[in-house]
């Protein structure tokens, strides 16, 4: 907070005293942050139609969004990134393809060039054996998402993919 600023300021900053002060602190410092889930993906829609059991199936792997989901992206998701646009100094995203279409569909369009993308493992969804879970390798998605550095990403294959596609090891 500079002097200048503050003198400019004055009558507020007498009005309010103490609050005051600590509003403009901790207005420098706060970060908000969004939480954004995938849009439709085929695994989701197959759900739909065919249970549960659809998670199971090897051909969902690494899932893409359907055309739903690329809608759901360009509807709501792209308004909401637009309003907010000026505002994101960073985006993390999973490496599952679901998410990194999501937020680049969703967001990429409307964030500062500046802004730096990156994805993190410690971001998806690793809690069951569901192919639709797995990633590819990063190779792989370097190559389709050339936007987002995957450096942070410890492996090239998946390692977690092993169990979710129930490899034995």
């Known amino acids: 907070m500079s002097e200048g600023w503050a003198r400019k300021n004055e009558a507020e900053r007498v009005a309010n005293g103490p ?5 403009a602190v901790l207005a420098s410092k706060i970060r908000t942050v969004h939480f954004v889930r995938h849009a439709q993906a ?5 759900a ?4 549960r059991i659809a998670y199971m199936d090897p051909t969902h792997h690494d899932a893409r969004l359907t055309e ?11 308004e909401h990134a637009k309003s907010v646009a000026g505002e994101v100094d960073l985006v ?8 990194t279409d999501t937020a680049l569909r969703g967001f990429g369009g409307d964030v500062s060039e500046s802004v730096k993308w990156y994805a993190l493992e ?4 690793k809690s069951g054996q569901h192919p639709c879970d797995g990633r590819r390798a990063v190779s792989q998605l370097k190559a389709e998402f050339p936007k987002i ?9 998946d390692v977690y993919g092993e169990k ?3 490899e034995e090891r």
Do not use: F, I
């Open 164 to 166: 979710t596609l129930g």
């Open 92 to 99: 993390l995203v999973s490496p599952c393809t679901r998410a």
């Open 68 to 78: 739903g989901g690329m809608k759901q992206c360009d509807g709501r998701l792209r």
């Open 42 to 46: 085929t695994h989701n829609l197959a």
């Open 149 to 157: 550095n995957y450096s942070l990403m410890e492996d090239d294959e």
């Open 19 to 23: 609050r005051w002060e600590a509003g």
């Open 122 to 125: 410690c971001l998806r969804e």
């Open 48 to 51: 739909k139609e065919e249970g």
